[in-house]
């Protein structure tokens, strides 16, 4: 029998008279890199404008058809990445709400953080950072290309405090306590993002600047740990009762509801969010369960490691020789550069006159799986490496 915990009669009192947080991030403090542009106006506060800009970015439609956990299904019912910024979205502006914070300023974070992901999920990111490495002794991180996809690929004159939050987001990372920094300026928080590219440990040590950001931080972890698992039941790969029981329950809603609830019960009015040590561990524990059950399982990546990365050498390779011989026609032209530069926006540099490698990178990873293995088929049509997708029927 599902276990829905509720808040104490005390917390829920106080949620219903309360307000605004001192703690939450103010509308007035926002920073931008052209501070002249997107002022704010009586309809268009600076995290509306945040929103608004992230969800016409060119690349937040391709949310729609990447790799969430499953690929290789032909199965509306599995969730895509578009889905899940959504619900990430819902769960940290309910917590968000409750304790008085900037609601615009997460949606803004949530809607943003995943929109530099590769196709294929976390293997399609594991195989282009270690390709780019291999070439340039720089490494990829989805999220600190999500930090480039709307500050230089597409430069939106973003404000620091949503960069800094889909910077910090890293889902892998889960704590019990979640203390914002502050950061005062885009020159240290570019030299981060820097560090970053040199040294992926340093990501570990990106810390949200709002109180804002790390609600997103953690709801990122419970957006997917519960629905990863109705996932994998939708792909007959599991049941609910392959799961062990415990403090926040087994199946999604449970999970949702009892970590929303013991957040809220334990970060009401204070500087920090926090859960408490039983819930933790059972989240740690979950997740780990997780690990073993469902992002381990041959099932999910057999064909990722046999096909996809091979796939992806043959495809960077292609692309990288066709654009350091400005091969006008090519598709990294005619797909990639073109289409960017339709945008309109003003930079410093060409986007066509950057390193070659970046734009790869850039491309690849703004590719839906589908455009991926369409791609690669137009550009080796005889090759061996066929992806064989299981449908409805199957």
Known sequence: MPNYENLSKTTAEKVVLFKNSEYAFQDTNAIRRDNTHDKPTVIRSPFIRDCDKILNCPFYNRYADKTQVFSFYKNDDISRRGLHVQLV?????????????????????????DIGHTPFGHAGESFLDEIFFEHTDRHFAHNIHSVRVLDKIFPYNISLQTLNGIAAHDGELELSEYRPEPLECFSKFDAQ????????????????????????????????????????????????????????????????????????ENSFGKPYIQMDAEHFAALQKAKADNYELIYKNKT?????NTIVKPMMREMYEKLLSDLKCKNLDSVIYRHHINYVNKAHYRRKTPYENEEPNQIVVDYIASMTDDYFVDLHAHLFPDSGLKIAYKGYFD
């Open 193 to 264: 993002i820097k560090g970053c590219y040199i040294d992926k440990s340093n990501i570990k040590n990106l810390v949200p600047c709002t109180l804002e950001g790390c609600v997103v931080r953690i709801s990122d972890i419970i957006a997917y740990l519960g629905k990863d698992r109705q996932d994998a039941e939708r792909a007959n790969l599991l049941s609910d009762t392959d799961y062990k029981d415990g403090p926040i329950g087994v199946i999604n809603a449970e999970i949702i509801n009892n970590l929303v609830v013991n957040i809220i």
């Open 89 to 113: 979205s819902r769960i940290a502006r309910t917590i968000g709400k409750a304790l008085g914070l900037n609601l615009e300023l997460i949606e803004a974070i949530a809607l943003g953080h």
């Open 300 to 304: 999910v990546a057999g064909t990722l």
